[in-house]
């Protein structure tokens, strides 16, 4: 800052000596100067655009102030000498400072030498004092050495003494045999013998390791020889030990190699089931699998008796007893698995199952009895436990002794899969059986058949046994049995018992709806009815009893269950059975048997519900409607139809009650088969008068009784039901749609063909996706002739062609020719309703009104042809014209 100041003032002085008057500072002369001049009142002086004539005009703003000039100077005079002052002391006090700081830096560059001459000193004294430490500790190190090598001299003389007296006492000790007083010598000696492996390449030291490996061997021989005297079945010797010192010697055997206690165990435990080898010796009646139990309860004795006397003698940590047992287990595994082979043929399920039962019992209580450290097996893997299904009352313990004996069993357990094979064919035969009886649906009160319950429970049983047995390939096996049974009953039983229409059978229903049907008929004109009374007497269609109806829906609910079942089936096996099968049990093609039975079943009651209205149809397309003469109630057919609904539906709604779901899509397929007949049956019939034109009355008859329909139709869901649920939003709209279609056929029918230009676009506009076909058979409704239906059609082809082309021209630049989904379907719905409420003043569109309708019923028909489309040179649409070229093609084959 000082050094700022400088600059600043020096920059002050140079301007001032070059001549200019005003002074210029800095700015950070400036803010150095605020900072030492702090006043509490800002001196005007000292404002950095200080002006003399205004601060003189400021002291003097008029002729009388200046009566206080001389005052004015005076004072100024004054101010100006103490500033000279103050700048004098400052000077003065920076030529001392100077000199003050000459003197300052010779004081300490004397301190600075001074300083160093001590750290020298310093330094030479720390340097003698370690060589005299040197000096002190060098003796001590040696003494130290020396107290180490001394030590260890010391000890090792120690132990060498220790290892030749321990020898010559262990030598005694063995001759004596006294093992107790023999364990706690061997153990030291061992210890101090493992010292003396880095001298080894002593002489002296190697003699002695090589003796205290005598005595180790010499001890292994002399201990099994005395267990073999001791546990033989000769007549006592000098020599036999009594439990005592077998005990001790087993203590002392522990020390030992441990394959001189596994040797030993080897042999004892082949000593221990000696008995049991000659007992049930494959020779023997007793080692069949019928009598399995005596070998397990020969052990559970044996084990007792050995414990008993013997349990004192062995340590607890040699497992004698467990040893026993995994080798009893082991050799009786072997036996039943030589013997079965041999005698395969006497073998069946029962004593199979029966065997395989005692032996799972026996290895649950092993695994309660032992641990199972003998077997190679850690605590957190000695028990896991495994949940069966519902059926079991309690889970089932894999535990650590399982299939220590029951593995032999494995390769016999296609035994168990053919006797569920030939179970489950008898049980089939059973349910056929069944299947043949009449099923009383109101005393069973389920819609499903019993015997498919019964099946799933025989399966379910069978898995959880199969699986106490084994999840492997067992497993597997009765999976494929499973499948086999599972396409047995879906085609013996459901199939089986699906009704089946017989040649030149009548159904009762007809019967009882001919009644009806003749009641009706006074509504219709003499000759409609003629006709229709005619009809009725040439044949009864085939139908479906009510008992029929119920059994169809009742297989039709089975097969439903039957495939919710099949998929838990599936699930549940594929959890059960180890990993290596689960992706082979498949059971796609069971369920897909289910599928093709449930859908037949749909078919089948569609295809009786539709046989039901065949007579009203064929009714319906003899009638006589040029001759119809007055305009009533609806047609007597079109009451068969509703009757024929009323009677058929609420037997099948009541039975699928529990599958709505599958009601639900008959419907669907009724409709969806039923209003292509019903309009294929309304292009034969005829309403052209003998002079060629439309029977108005006719029309609007046949309008009446179709709108009847189509409110037949989207009542059929609820029909007859005391609760009006309402029909499915997806069937609605079939329904509306079609059956819309059906009124506006009817509707271009009464339209003129006079003029053609004004036909055709009514056409166009009442059915934008009619076919040339259809087209076609709408004249011949209109009995036009040959020649001049070549005409209209040819006309008709130019204006469809026309009206599409302006479409696709025209829908991408006008928005209010875009397709709106809502027009077509709005005007076939309303119109019919008109026509119901005032049938004799049907009202045809005029041509004014619908000149621009063609096109846009034409492409709402077609769909719409704007979006991302590669554009053609010209600005057309390349994929508008595929699609325009691919709709003709249709329209005009």
């Known amino acids: 800052m000082s050094e700022s100041v400088a600059t600043g003032a020096a920059d002050a002085v140079a301007v001032q000596g070059m001549g200019i008057n005003k002074i210029h500072f800095s700015k950070e002369v400036k803010q150095v100067i605020d900072k030492v001049l702090k006043t509490d009142e800002q001196d005007p002086m000292d404002a950095p655009d200080f002006n003399t004539v205004d601060y003189i005009n400021q002291l003097f703003p008029n002729e009388q102030s200046l009566a206080t000039i001389d005052e004015t100077i005076q004072r100024m005079q004054c101010e100006v000498s103490l500033i000279d002052d103050n700048i004098r002391s400052v000077v003065r006090g920076q030529t001392n400072t100077g000199q003050d700081g000459q003197l300052a ?152 190699d441990a394959k001189v206690k596994k040797e030993l165990l080897k042999w004892f435990i082949a000593q221990q089931l000696e008995e049991y080898m000659h007992l049930f010796h494959e020779n023997q009646d007793i080692a069949w699998l019928d009598k399995i139990d005596k070998r397990y309860a020969w052990l559970k004795r044996h084990l007792l008796d050995f414990e008993d006397k013997y349990g004192a ?86 535990t650590i002794f399982h299939d220590q004996i029951g593995q032999c069993f494995k390769p016999h357990l296609d035994i168990y899969i053919r006797s569920i094979d030939r179970n489950l064919a008898e049980l089939l035969e059973k349910f056929i059986e069944m299947s043949k009886e009449p099923y009383k649906f109101a005393e069973a009160k389920t819609t499903v058949y019993p015997s498919s319950g019964d ?47 017989v040649p030149n059978s009548t159904s009762s229903s007809i019967g009882k709806s001919v009644s009806l049907l003749t009641r009706d008929m006074q509504n219709l004109s003499t000759a409609a009815g003629q006709v229709f009374h005619n009809f009725l007497k040439e044949g009864d269609t085939q139908r479906f009893g009510r008992d029929d109806l119920v059994r169809i829906c009742c297989v039709l609910t089975t097969g439903e269950y039957c495939l919710e079942t099949v998929q838990q089936l599936e699930d549940k096996l594929k959890e059960k059975v180890t990993p290596a099968y689960v992706t082979k049990i498949d059971m796609s093609e069971e369920k897909d048997v289910f599928h093709r039975i449930i859908s037949n079943c749909i078919q089948l009651l569609v295809q009786d519900l539709e046989a039901g209205c065949e007579a009203s149809l064929q009714a319906m397309a003899k009638v006589q409607w040029q001759q119809i003469s007055n305009v009533g109630d609806q047609s007597a057919f079109i009451s068969s139809i509703c009757s024929n609904f009323k009677q058929t539906v609420p037997t099948i709604r009541d039975t699928l009650a529990s599958s709505r779901k599958y009601f639900t899509q008959f419907c669907h397929r009724f409709v969806a088969a039923f209003i292509p007949k019903f309009i294929n049956v309304l292009y034969r019939c005829k309403l052209t008068l003998s002079d060629g034109s439309n029977n108005v009355l006719g029309c609007e008859q046949l309008l009446l009784d179709t709108h009847s329909l189509k409110s037949a139709l989207l009542e059929l869901p609820s029909v007859g039901s005391s609760v009006n649920r309402k029909a499915p939003t997806s069937y609605t709209k079939v329904v509306v749609k079609d059956m819309t279609r059906a009124e506006m056929i009817i509707k271009v029918v009464m339209t003129p063909v006079q003029p053609p230009a004004h036909f055709t676009q009514q056409v166009l506009k009442l059915l934008p996706d009619i076919t040339i076909a259809e087209y076609q058979k709408i004249l011949d409704m209109k009995a036009v002739k040959r020649v001049d239906q070549l005409q209209l059609i040819d006309l008709f082809k130019h204006t469809a062609s026309a009206a599409a082309v302006s479409g696709l021209l025209d829908a991408p630049n006008s928005e209010e020719d875009t397709p709106n989904p809502s027009e077509t379907p709005a005007t076939g719905t309303e119109e019919p309703d008109a026509t119901t409420a005032a049938p004799a003043s049907v009202e045809i569109p005029t041509t004014s009104a619908s000149s621009s309708t063609p096109k846009r019923a034409f492409i709402f028909s077609v769909g719409s042809f704007t979006g991302s489309a590669d554009k053609n040179a010209d600005g057309s649409s390349q994929t508008g014209i595929r699609k325009l070229e691919s709709l003709l093609k249709k329209r005009f084959p």
């Open 105 to 256: 830096l010779c004081e300490a560059q004397k301190v600075i030498s001074s300083l160093f001459t001590h750290i020298i000193d310093v330094k030479t004294r720390a340097e003698r004092t370690e060589e005299m430490v040197k000096e002190i500790t060098r003796d001590i190190k040696q003494l130290d050495c020396a107290k180490r090598n001394l030590t260890s001299a010391i000890t090792t003389l120690n132990h060498l003494h220790m290892l030749v007296g321990g020898i010559e006492s262990l030598n005694e000790l063995i001759e004596r045999r006294s093992y107790g007083e023999i364990l706690n010598p061997l153990q030291a000696i061992t210890e101090v013998n493992q010292h003396f492996q880095q001298y080894s390449d002593i002489e002296e030291i190697k003699n002695l390791s090589q003796s205290v490996d005598k005595i180790q061997v010499t001890l292994a021989q002399q201990i099994t020889e005395d267990f073999k005297e001791a546990f033989a079945n000769k007549p006592s010797t000098q020599h036999r030990l009594g439990l005592n010192q077998l005990a001790d010697a087993c203590k002392v055997m522990s020390v030992l």
């Open 313 to 398: 003698v062995f340590p607890l940590d040699w497992e004698v007893s467990e040893r026993i047992t995994v080798e009893f287990c082991r050799q009786t595994r072997q036996q039943l698995a030589q013997i079965m082979a041999k005698r395969t043929n006497e073998i069946d399920v029962r004593l199979l199952l029966f065997a395989i039962n005692k032996t799972q019992a026996f290895e649950q209580l092993l695994s309660k009895r032992f641990t199972g450290i003998t077997l190679g097996t850690t605590p957190a893997e000695q028990t896991r436990v495994l949940t069966l299904p519902a059926t079991t009352e309690a889970p089932l313990s894999v």
């Open 455 to 501: 099946l799933f429970v025989f399966y379910k049983k069978c898995m959880v046994q199969c699986n106490q047995l084994s999840n492997e390939q067992p497993m597997y096996d009765l999976a494929l049995v499973f499948k086999k049974y599972l396409r047995e009953y879906a085609s013996k039983v459901l199939e089986g018992s699906t009704p089946k229409l």
